[in-house]
C-alpha cells in the first residue's frame, strides 16, 4: 500500500506539471465537446488524433487520450438528455428518464445529477483503479509465453462476442484484423508475407492507417449515407434551474454510490464494458423505487445511476488494458494502438518500464474528474449550441483531418490508398452491423499472439498440451470456450 501511495503521489508531480496540465484540460474539454455531438465518440476522436500527436511525449499523449476518454463519456449525457441521440452504446439507456426530464422542464436536474453523479463515480472509480491495478500487476507477473497467449485468446473472444450483434459477425471482423496484422516481415523467419512484392509494405500496414480508415473515414461514410434519409432532430431546450431540489439530492446520491458498485468492478472484468452495468444500475433501481411507476416518465434516479455506472465502468476498463493489455471497449482499443505507436505494450512490465506514464495518467484522471465537473455545468450552454453544429461540414472535416493526418505520418501515398480501402471497408462493416473493434484488437494483438504461442511451442518442444499443463494459461482457455460457446449453450437449453 505504502509504494502504490507513493508512485501515486509521483504521478501527481508529473500529471501537475504545467504541460500536463494543458494537456488534461485540453482532453476533458475536447472530449466533453466530441461527446455533446451526436454520433461521434472517444474512440473516433483519439483514431484522428493518433497521427498528431506522434511526436508529443508519451506522457502528455495519454493524459491528453485520457481526458478524451472521460469527457467523452461525460458530454455524452447531454445529447442522451436534451436530443434522445446517445453518443454511445453506454449513454443509451439515459435517454429513456433523462429525455422525459427535459421534455417536462427538468433537463437542468439531469444534467446536473448526470455531470455531479460521473464525478462521484470517477473519483470513486479511479481510486478503485488505484489499489487494484498493482493487485492484478503481481499476477500477471507469472505469466509465461502460454499464459500470454491464452491470455490474447481470451482478449479476442472477449471483444469478437461482446462487441457487436452477432458472435459470427464479430469473428468474422477478428479475422479481417488478424489478415491484416500477416502483412509484413515474419519476425520468426524474416521472410516477406502478403506483401505483393511492395517495399512500403514490408512493416505492414501502420496500426494509425487502419484505425483511422476504420473509426474515421468509415462512421464518416456511413453517418453521411444515413443523413440523407433523416430529418431534423429536435433538441430539448434547457428550461428552468441547473440545480437539483433537496428531493432530487436524496434520490440521487444513493442511486450514484449504487451505480459505481456495477461499474467499477464489471468494467474492470477482462468481459466486461459499459453497457451491463448500466442497465443493472436501472434496473435495480427501478426494482428498489417506491415509485417505479415514474421510471420511463422522468425519474431521476433512472439518469443518476446508469451515468455513474457508465463512468465507473470507464475507470474500470482501464484496469486490464494497463495491467494486462486487454481492451474491452473500442475507446481501449484505440488506446491500445496508441501505446504500440510510442514502441509500449500495455502489462506488468509497463508499470517497472515506464511508470511516470502509467501513474501520472492515474495521476490526471483525478485532475481530469475536478476539471470535467467545472467545465459541465457552467458551460451547458455552449455545449447545446455545438448541437446545432451542420452535419456535412462536421463530416467533412472528419475527412480531411483523417487524410491529412495519414499522410503527414508517413508522407506515402500508399497509405492514402490503404486508408481509402479500409474506410470503404469499414463503412460496409458499419452498414451490415458488424463491429470495428475486433478488427484493430486483431490487428495488434495478432502478430504478439503468433510470438508468443512460437515461443511456448518451442519451449516445450512442440508439445501443445503446455496450454492445457499450465493452471493460469488453462483457465484463460476454458474462460475463452466458455465465453464463446455459453451464449449458444443457454438459448439451445431455453429451447
Given at each position: 500500500?505504502?509504494?502504490?501511495?507513493a508512485a501515486?503521489?509521483?504521478?501527481?508531480?508529473?500529471?501537475?506539471?504545467?504541460?500536463?496540465?494543458?494537456?488534461?484540460?485540453?482532453?476533458?474539454?475536447?472530449?466533453?465537446?466530441?461527446?455533446?455531438?451526436?454520433?461521434?465518440?472517444?474512440?473516433?476522436?483519439?483514431?484522428?488524433?493518433?497521427?498528431?500527436?506522434?511526436?508529443?511525449?508519451?506522457?502528455?499523449?495519454?493524459?491528453?487520450?485520457?481526458?478524451?476518454?472521460?469527457?467523452?463519456m461525460?458530454?455524452?449525457?447531454?445529447?442522451?438528455?436534451?436530443?434522445?441521440?446517445?453518443?454511445?452504446?453506454?449513454?443509451?439507456?439515459?435517454?429513456?428518464?433523462?429525455?422525459?426530464?427535459?421534455?417536462?422542464?427538468?433537463?437542468?436536474?439531469?444534467?446536473?445529477?448526470?455531470?455531479?453523479?460521473?464525478?462521484?463515480?470517477?473519483?470513486?472509480?479511479?481510486?478503485?483503479?488505484?489499489?487494484?491495478?498493482?493487485?492484478?500487476?503481481?499476477?500477471?507477473?507469472?505469466?509465461?509465453?502460454?499464459?500470454?497467449?491464452?491470455?490474447?485468446?481470451?482478449?479476442?473472444?472477449t471483444?469478437?462476442s461482446?462487441?457487436?450483434?452477432?458472435?459470427?459477425?464479430?469473428?468474422?471482423?477478428?479475422?479481417?484484423?488478424?489478415?491484416?496484422?500477416?502483412?509484413?516481415?515474419?519476425?520468426?523467419?524474416?521472410?516477406?508475407?502478403?506483401?505483393?512484392?511492395?517495399?512500403?509494405?514490408?512493416?505492414?500496414?501502420?496500426?494509425?492507417?487502419?484505425?483511422?480508415?476504420?473509426?474515421?473515414?468509415?462512421?464518416?461514410?456511413?453517418?453521411?449515407?444515413?443523413?440523407?434519409?433523416?430529418?431534423?432532430?429536435?433538441?430539448?431546450?434547457?428550461?428552468?434551474?441547473?440545480?437539483?431540489?433537496?428531493?432530487?439530492?436524496?434520490?440521487?446520491?444513493?442511486?450514484?454510490?449504487?451505480?459505481?458498485?456495477?461499474?467499477?468492478?464489471?468494467?474492470?472484468?477482462?468481459?466486461?464494458?459499459?453497457?451491463?452495468?448500466?442497465?443493472?444500475?436501472?434496473?435495480?433501481?427501478?426494482?428498489?423505487?417506491?415509485?417505479?411507476?415514474?421510471?420511463?416518465?422522468?425519474?431521476?434516479?433512472?439518469?443518476?445511476?446508469?451515468?455513474?455506472?457508465?463512468?465507473?465502468?470507464?475507470?474500470?476498463?482501464?484496469?486490464?488494458?494497463?495491467?494486462?493489455?486487454?481492451?474491452?471497449?473500442?475507446?481501449?482499443?484505440?488506446?491500445?494502438?496508441?501505446?504500440?505507436?510510442?514502441?509500449?505494450?500495455?502489462?506488468?512490465?509497463?508499470?517497472?518500464?515506464?511508470p511516470?506514464?502509467?501513474?501520472g495518467?492515474?495521476?490526471?484522471?483525478?485532475?481530469?474528474?475536478?476539471?470535467?465537473?467545472?467545465?459541465?455545468?457552467?458551460?451547458?450552454?455552449?455545449?447545446?449550441?455545438?448541437?446545432?453544429?451542420?452535419?456535412?461540414?462536421?463530416?467533412?472535416?472528419?475527412?480531411?483531418?483523417a487524410?491529412?493526418?495519414?499522410?503527414?505520418?508517413?508522407?506515402?501515398?500508399?497509405?492514402?490508398?490503404c486508408?481509402?480501402?479500409?474506410?470503404?471497408?469499414?463503412?460496409?462493416?458499419?452498414?451490415?452491423?458488424?463491429?470495428?473493434?475486433?478488427?484493430?484488437?486483431?490487428?495488434?494483438?495478432?502478430?504478439?499472439?503468433?510470438?508468443?504461442?512460437?515461443?511456448?511451442?518451442?519451449?516445450?518442444?512442440?508439445?501443445?498440451?503446455?496450454?492445457?499443463t499450465?493452471?493460469?494459461?488453462?483457465?484463460?482457455?476454458?474462460?475463452?470456450?466458455?465465453?464463446?460457446?455459453?451464449?449458444?449453450?443457454?438459448?439451445?437449453?431455453?429451447?
Amino acid at each position: 500500500m505504502s509504494e502504490t501511495i507513493a508512485a501515486l503521489a509521483n504521478g501527481f508531480l508529473v500529471a501537475l506539471t504545467p504541460i500536463n496540465l494543458a494537456y488534461a484540460l485540453i482532453g476533458t474539454t475536447l472530449g466533453t465537446a466530441i461527446g455533446v455531438l451526436p454520433g461521434i465518440g472517444p474512440a473516433l476522436t483519439v483514431a484522428l488524433l493518433l497521427p498528431v500527436t506522434f511526436h508529443v511525449e508519451p506522457t502528455a499523449a495519454f493524459i491528453l487520450f485520457a481526458g478524451i476518454y472521460y469527457g467523452g463519456m461525460y458530454g455524452g449525457s447531454t445529447t442522451s438528455i436534451l436530443l434522445k441521440t446517445p453518443g454511445e452504446t453506454a449513454s443509451l439507456i439515459t435517454t429513456i428518464d433523462g429525455n422525459s426530464m427535459a421534455r417536462k422542464g427538468r433537463g437542468g436536474a439531469a444534467l446536473a445529477t448526470a455531470a455531479i453523479g460521473s464525478f462521484v463515480a470517477g473519483t470513486i472509480a479511479t481510486i478503485g483503479l488505484t489499489l487494484v491495478a498493482p493487485l492484478v500487476v503481481d499476477v500477471a507477473l507469472a505469466f509465461g509465453p502460454a499464459e500470454y497467449f491464452a491470455l490474447m485468446v481470451l482478449a479476442f473472444v472477449t471483444v469478437s462476442s461482446l462487441l457487436g450483434a452477432s458472435v459470427p459477425r464479430g469473428l468474422a471482423s477478428l479475422f479481417f484484423g488478424l489478415g491484416i496484422g500477416l502483412i509484413g516481415i515474419d519476425m520468426q523467419t524474416g521472410q516477406p508475407r502478403f506483401t505483393m512484392g511492395l517495399p512500403n509494405l514490408l512493416d505492414g500496414i501502420g496500426v494509425v492507417t487502419v484505425a483511422v480508415g476504420l473509426f474515421a473515414v468509415g462512421e464518416a461514410l456511413h453517418a453521411v449515407s444515413r443523413r440523407r434519409f433523416q430529418g431534423v432532430d429536435e433538441i430539448e431546450p434547457v428550461r428552468g434551474s441547473l440545480g437539483m431540489t433537496r428531493e432530487e439530492w436524496r434520490r440521487s446520491w444513493p442511486a450514484w454510490l449504487r451505480g459505481t458498485a456495477f461499474g467499477f468492478p464489471i468494467g474492470a472484468l477482462p468481459a466486461g464494458g459499459a453497457e451491463i452495468p448500466t442497465f443493472l444500475s436501472y434496473m435495480t433501481e427501478k426494482r428498489l423505487s417506491k415509485t417505479p411507476e415514474e421510471f420511463g416518465q422522468g425519474a431521476i434516479e433512472g439518469v443518476a445511476g446508469p451515468e455513474a455506472a457508465n463512468n465507473a465502468a470507464a475507470a474500470g476498463v482501464l484496469v486490464p488494458l494497463l495491467t494486462l493489455g486487454l481492451p474491452t471497449s473500442s475507446t481501449a482499443a484505440i488506446m491500445l494502438a496508441a501505446f504500440q505507436q510510442y514502441g509500449l505494450q500495455p502489462g506488468p512490465l509497463l508499470f517497472e518500464n515506464a511508470p511516470n506514464l502509467v501513474w501520472g495518467l492515474i495521476a490526471s484522471l483525478y485532475i481530469g474528474n475536478v476539471m470535467l465537473l467545472v467545465l459541465n455545468l457552467p458551460l451547458v450552454g455552449l455545449w447545446v449550441r455545438l448541437l446545432a453544429l451542420p452535419q456535412p461540414q462536421l463530416y467533412g472535416g472528419i475527412m480531411v483531418f483523417a487524410v491529412l493526418g495519414v499522410y503527414a505520418t508517413g508522407q506515402s501515398v500508399l497509405d492514402l490508398l490503404c486508408l481509402v480501402a479500409i474506410g470503404a471497408a469499414g463503412f460496409v462493416m458499419r452498414r451490415f452491423d458488424i463491429p470495428v473493434t475486433p478488427t484493430v484488437v486483431g490487428l495488434i494483438l495478432g502478430p504478439l499472439a503468433e510470438q508468443q504461442f512460437r515461443r511456448a511451442m518451442t519451449i516445450s518442444q512442440g508439445d501443445a498440451t503446455v496450454f492445457f499443463t499450465h493452471p493460469i494459461s488453462a483457465a484463460l482457455l476454458v474462460l475463452s470456450a466458455a465465453l464463446l460457446v455459453g451464449p449458444w449453450v443457454w438459448r439451445a437449453t431455453r429451447r
